[in-house]
């Protein structure tokens, strides 16, 4: 028999350092993410959106684990966002499940016009917490608020059940891009300030972040590049 | 010699392709080996004219590449390319391309030596791009400079105006970014397609950089002087302020020769006369602007001193100097240069203040200083440390000592009396050597619409009245070279007569690029938009066709095959392979299996998987009882990628394999046409939930198949020498299930055999229960140890032992040619299992069959 566990962890571990030993890096940290919710909420078109600017309008459903990277700033520091997009269909949340270990940032995500997706929060939220670490940033998002007049859940209502968990909470529309940045780049803040807190430790494989010792490049060391700062 | 042979074996090649290849023009500029390679490259209405190996240096990186230069309707371009592949089957890829027009430069080096082999090099430049080409000098590489020199000359003399180059877009690939990958060698994806992101945004900002920066004007104000070792006079206003009195320059650099000829300069650092003239020049700056001194260096009599305004100097970066002797020995500083460098908003700019070697014959040795500054001079505080040609502007000022030749002193003065100062241009060495292209190769001046600023009387603006009576000559000059540079004025003072040289002052109204912070964040957060979206392109991507494979009813032993197929519709070489269920186990359920299980996919290649379920014994009896789901999620994971989820359904169709014998004995209905709820309660409680109050013996099955056995003979040869095929077993299978056989199963005796021992082995709990497992195997030494365990058997697993036992002696007797030994390994395997798979080991093997052994041969008394 194998000793299952610590296989499984030296595995990934090897995966991480094979993925990040790609030359000089222009990001500090790597953080892990996943979204997770009920099929249909928008969780893809929410990582496309992200990721490329665009909304994807016929997105079919994701079956499978899609992957999605983009390079952030917080606080100066670059961070490199690794987004695991999960299939929402109830006949693979027992693979999904699998998923969850060491993120760092789980977006939970309902779609305001659906309140039978709002409904489900509870059973997804007690994944996240039973299958992620406790320092691990939940972020409740409210998709597809362009449709107001279709609105099923008000705002109110999950802010207040958002309060009640103590998650992070914003509605926005990955249709139209509204907030859509705020959601990734909040989480991230958080994420960060939790390390700056010492709240993470970062040695931890299931932490979800990887620190990455920005190289010092001399050859590159042209004042207008330090001074970049992108504040997004 | 062996581009002479090769090339003319490929000239009737050559001939062959004409029409549909672009024409190669095999000249003596170019290298034949890459002949093919460059009929592949170069589409039919563009023409190569030349084609070189050489080393390619761009900052710190250096690497071997083909330069090839391209002509399409009388413009040339001239191409970068990489090398792929052996000569002289060599693909050419091009990946960086300079258009020679308006925004390119060439700069020849002269032939140096290194390691004892000739070498050639050359500056490239096309707008902020540059690069250093270097070629071990033949003909070939002599004359394929020659031709870039030649096309960039011709470039500046076109009647027709200039194209917007679209048509070298040909040569671009599809991404700058990653390689096209070649899937016969895997391997190479390492290091190009993980260069470093953040040298690619810095190089793409740099070509970007037009559209982020906008060119603002700045005063560039130049002087020099020879000064003769003299103190400053009171002022030095009248030359330094001399712009308008609203407009103070922007910038200032001020050179100074023979500023200290006393003995101490030469030995000491230290010089008096540099505070005193530095002093002076400070106080003589343009009293509309507040100044703020940059650098200065001096190297003995050469000074060099730059100021910029005060509001600018925030913008000022990378300074740095250095200086460089060329006088006696070409160390000691009489003769010589110094220079000062710095980034102003994001132009680079240069300064040099020369003294060259003087006397009027000594116009070589002027050469000489002059090239060996500029080859020689570099600023090595900046990392890579600079040379003078890598700057965007370059300022050159000095005491360069040529003369004006083939003239005398009446026809200078005459002609300065006229004011015909052109008439002396061409009399001038330095604009001689210059034409000759043997200095300041680049340069420009402005016309020289002053008097010969040398030799002076001292105290006077007499020329020179000793008995040497020297020919005036203009000695000191400004010449520049870059882009947007507009000469203001260039001229001399006469009013300064402290020295026997006049003070000359060129001023500049230069193009500084200046960033647009808002411009170049915006630039910047789409390029790295940009490498996001290609980070995310550029990963494995596949379609599967189905998603979902119902294999409906399936029966026990039964094979059964669905499939699905995996295309790679990425960019890139796709790895696949069916990802391990949490906590180490198999990528799928045991009854189901994955053919090909891992794999790898070229681009656009496509690949069927095949998925097959088989319901061995291992596994029926948890389908028999709804202990294991009848379903599953397989993760097809693609290596550096996404996961993809294969669900399979399948509906199991319990049977009377996988049952356990307590059960078996108690019912009458056939086991396939029992609802599976109430095989569930039988098997949970077989006493409760019995059909029959009294049980059999043993099970009818086991019957049934004894039967057909008997009927089919034992006598014929070893019955368990061949295995039954799919359809006899299922035949048996479903005879057994679904009705009371009359015993004619019409099928071989070797089928009935096979599911005999089928049968024994899916036994939910095996005919010595896995509790007696231990117990068996520590009893296997003398029959009478084994029998005494076969009596503590509940009486099921008894009764059935024993009519194993009597049939398996029947069949030995039956039989000639079946061993015992045989019978009890074949036997006890099925009979003797371990609680749990993975625990047999060979010499539990031997006894277990051991412990059968003895019950085969003695006279089976239990």
Known sequence: ??????????????????MTESGPYNYSYIFKYIIIGDMGVGKSCLLHQFTEKKFMSDCPHTIGVEFGTRIIEVAGQKIKLQIWDTAGQERFRAVTRSYYRGAAGALMVYDVTRRSTYNHLSSWLTDA?????????????????????????????????ADENGLMFLECSAKTGDRVEDAFLETARKIYQNIQDGNLDLNAAESGVQHKPQTQNTLLGNIQDKKESCNC | ????????????????????????????????????????????????????????????????????????????????????????????????????????????????????????????????????????????????????????????????????????????????????????????????????????????????????????????????????????????????????????????????????????????????????????????????????EIKTVRLIGMMLSVFVEEKHAPFVANVDCNSLGTGILGMMGNKGGVGVRLDLHSTSICFVNCHLAAHAEERERRNQDFNDIRNKLSFNQMR?????????????????????????????????ANNDFSSLWERDQLRDQQAKRIIFIGFEEGPLNFKPTYKYDVGTNQWDTSEKARVPAYCDRVLWRGNNIRQLCYKSHDN???????????????????????????????????????????????????????????????????????TNTGPVIVRFLFKEQPKGRRYAKDWLKADPHNGTLKKGESCDITLEILVDPASASKLNMGEEKMSEVLVLHLVDGKDIFISVDMEYQHSCFGCSLEALVRHMTPIGLLPQETLIALETDPVKNAELGVPFETPTELWIIMDALQRKGLSGGNIFGK???????????????????????????????????????????????????????????????????????????????????????????KSKRLEVNILATIFSAV??????????????????SVFLYHFLVNHCEV
């Open chain 2, 1 to 292: 010699m062996e581009s002479a042979s090769s090339s003319s074996s490929l000239d009737s090649e050559g001939n062959q392709h004409r029409h549909d290849c672009g024409r190669v023009w095999n000249g003596m500029s170019m290298d034949a080996r890459y002949i093919p390679a460059l009929r592949r490259l170069v589409p039919p209405d563009h023409r190569a004219v030349g084609c070189v190996r050489c080393m390619i240096s761009r900052g710190r990186k250096r690497t071997p590449q083909v330069c090839v230069l391209v002509e399409h309707m009388q413009e040339h371009c001239v191409l970068i390319c990489a090398e792929e592949g052996a000569l002289p089957n060599a693909t050419l890829k091009s990946d960086s391309r300079f258009p020679i027009n308006v925004d390119f430069r060439i700069d020849i080096e002269p032939v140096s030596t290194v390691g004892g082999s000739r070498v050639i090099t050359a500056n490239l430049s096309y707008k902020r791009k540059k690069l250093i080409f270097e070629a071990d000098y033949d003909d070939t590489a002599d004359r394929f400079v020659k031709e870039i020199s030649k096309a960039f000359e011709n470039s500046k003399y076109r009647n027709t105006p200039a194209s917007d180059y679209l048509w070298v877009e040909v040569y671009k690939n599809n991404s700058k970014f990653f390689l096209d990958v070649n899937p016969e060698d895997e391997d190479d994806l390492g290091e190009e397609n993980k260069a470093s992101r953040e040298c690619m945004v810095k190089c793409l900002m740099q070509e970007r950089e037009d559209e982020f920066t906008v060119l603002n004007e700045f005063r560039i104000f130049t002087g020099t002087w020879n000064v003769n070792g003299m103190a400053p006079p009171e002022s030095l206003s009248e030359w330094l302020a001399s712009s308008a009195p609203n407009e103070p320059p922007d910038v200032y650099a001020i050179g100074f020769q023979e500023l200290d000829l006393s003995k101490e300069a030469f030995v000491f650092a230290d010089s008096p006369r540099e505070k005193e003239w530095l002093l002076k020049v400070k106080e003589s700056l343009h009293p509309k602007g507040r100044y703020k």
């Open chain 2, 496 to 566: 300064f007569v402290i020295s026997d040289h006049k003070p000359v002052l060129a001023e500049f109204s230069s193009g500084i690029r200046v960033v647009d912070a808002v411009k170049r964040k915006e630039i910047y957060q789409e390029l790295m938009k940009q490498l996001d979206k290609e980070e995310n392109d550029f990963m494995p991507q596949v379609t599967v066709d189905e998603h979902y494979l119902n294999f409906g009813r399936v029966h026990f032993y039964e094979r059964v095959q669905r499939s699905f197929k995996i």
């Open chain 1, 1 to 18: 028999m194998r000793t299952i566990s610590r296989t499984d962890r030296s595995r990934d571990a090897v995966r991480c350092t094979t």
């Open chain 1, 129 to 161: 917490r039973n299958l992620t670490n406790p320092n691990t940033v939940i972020f409740l998002i409210g998709n597809k608020s362009d449709l107001e007049a279709q609105r099923e859940v008000p705002y109110e209502e999950a802010k207040q059940f």
């Open chain 2, 831 to 848: 009979m003797i299992r371990p609680p749990q798979d993975g625990q047999m080991t060979p010499s539990k093997e031997r006894m277990r």
């Open chain 2, 723 to 813: 295995s039954g095929s799919q359809v006899e077993i299922q035949t048996v299978r479903e005879a057994l299930d679904t009705k009371r056989p009359d015993g004619q199963l019409d099928v071989s005796v070797h089928a009935v055999a096979e599911c005999l021992l089928l049968f024994l082995s899916a036994l939910r709990e095996p005919v010595i229960p896995y509790c007696f497992f231990k117990k068996c195997l520590d009893s296997s030494v003398t029959y009478t140890q084994a029998k005494s365990v076969i009596q503590e058997l509940p009486k099921v697993h008894r009764d059935t032992f024993r009519y194993l036992v009597l049939f398996l002696q029947e069949l030995l007797q």
């Open chain 2, 384 to 416: 890579p440390a600079k040379s003078v040609s890598e700057h965007d502007q370059i300022y050159w000022m000095g005491d360069m000592n040529y003369r004006l030749q083939d003239t005398t002193k009446q026809h200078v003065e005459q002609a300065c």
